[in-house]
């Protein structure tokens, strides 16, 4: 997903950035919590003035590098209020935002597992899923094992979902990369299994996550079963590849900070709920054993493109380790995670040897 795309709501429920210049942005101030207010003709978002504060967008300079603080600040202080930028209402705790992907008051758009996509599916067989994964896996995890250096988002991530899904279907992996890029693999793995952008961000996210310290990551295979899954949820938690969906209120709904209603779009920040500190004990830390995990960036129901993208990151995990049993972070390197709508790193580069 393009965190750059044309104004408005995408007809598939993610927040697409409008194109507005600064002059042209009106601007949402409060006299306090949840109290936003479209106000025209005041100041930049980020002045301030002795009466009054002015509410963060997710769209500000520099929250691509760092959305953390405007989140914070969004959840803390205006649990509801109105972005220009995005021309939607925002909620930011995770109370409200779970509610809203799941309450029937919301319209316009779905999740891969929530009950809607059930209609789109296509049949398929879990062990099949299974083997298609696998092997996709080590065969992109063995191209790489004899390089001095690689980058596992180019050489790795971009590839993996992609070739799954080839696999799953008995396309050419050949045929289906031109597919995609076309935008026609739903047609022939269902609309959910043929997202494959988010996937793709998501197991970027993980292998980012893991890979901080080689020697949790070797302990997860050597975990009973279920570890590296628990992990994979863990990561969708803390950084999860979309961090904005939009949604639009069917009828008025109560929420925290005030009442939005019927017919508005919404903003919800996944990302702010997902760090929610009512929610989440030290929600900044990605930990793999997390008792209170929840993610949200797939509902809770049966969906292939939900099972498929938790064998991608265990296969993923087991592949490149058994490949490169000395694979490592590239000396010196973090991963540094980007983007406001979309986010994840958009390098990850290792050391196959060691």
């Not at 967008?57 to 405007?70: N, Q, T």
């Not at 209609?119 to 063995?142: I, K, P």
């Amino acid at each position: 997903m393009n965190d750059e795309p044309n104004a408005g709501i995408r007809p598939d429920g993610w927040a697409s950035v409008p194109r507005m210049e600064p002059a042209q942005a009106p601007r949402v101030w409060a006299n306090g919590p949840g109290a936003a207010r479209l106000r025209p003709d005041t100041p930049f978002v980020g002045e301030r003035s002795p009466s009054r504060t002015v509410a963060p967008s997710p769209l500000d300079p520099g929250a691509g590098r760092d959305p953390h603080r405007v989140h914070r600040v969004l959840r803390e202080q205006f649990p509801l209020t109105y972005d220009p930028l995005l021309r939607a209402w925002v909620l930011s705790r995770y109370a409200d935002v779970a509610t809203a992907l799941t309450d029937s008051r919301f319209t316009h758009g779905h999740r891969p597992g929530d009950p809607p996509c059930a209609q789109t599916h296509v049949a398929v067989d879990e062990a099949e899923l299974r083997s298609a994964a696998a092997r996709t896996a080590f065969v992109l995890a063995r191209r790489i094992a004899g390089r001095r250096q690689a980058d596992l988002v180019a050489d790795f991530c971009h590839w993996l979902p992609a070739g799954t899904v080839a696999a799953a279907v008995g396309v050419p992996y050949r045929d289906m990369m031109r597919l995609v890029r076309g935008r026609a693999a739903s047609a022939l793995a269902g609309q959910c299994t043929g997202q494959i952008a988010v996937r793709e961000k998501a197991l970027a996210n993980f292998l980012a996550n893991v890979l901080v310290d080689r020697e949790h990551a070797l302990a997860l295979l050597d975990a009973p079963a279920g570890a590296i899954a628990r992990a994979w949820a863990e990561s969708l938690r803390r950084d999860p590849p979309v961090q904005i969906a939009v949604r639009r209120t069917g009828a008025e709904v109560r929420v925290s900070g005030g009442t939005i209603p019927a017919g508005e779009p919404v903003a919800l920040l996944i990302g702010a709920a997902s760090r929610d500190p009512e929610r989440f004990r030290d929600p900044d830390r990605y930990d793999p054993l997390r008792e209170d995990a929840d993610q949200l960036t797939y509902g809770r129901g049966s969906c292939p493109a939900v099972l498929l993208a938790g064998l991608e990151a265990e296969y993923a995990l087991r592949a490149l380790f058994h490949a490169m049993p000395r694979l490592r972070l590239a000396e010196g390197f973090r991963p540094e995670h980007a983007g406001v709508i979309t986010r994840f790193p958009r390098n990850l580069l290792v050391r196959p040897g060691g």
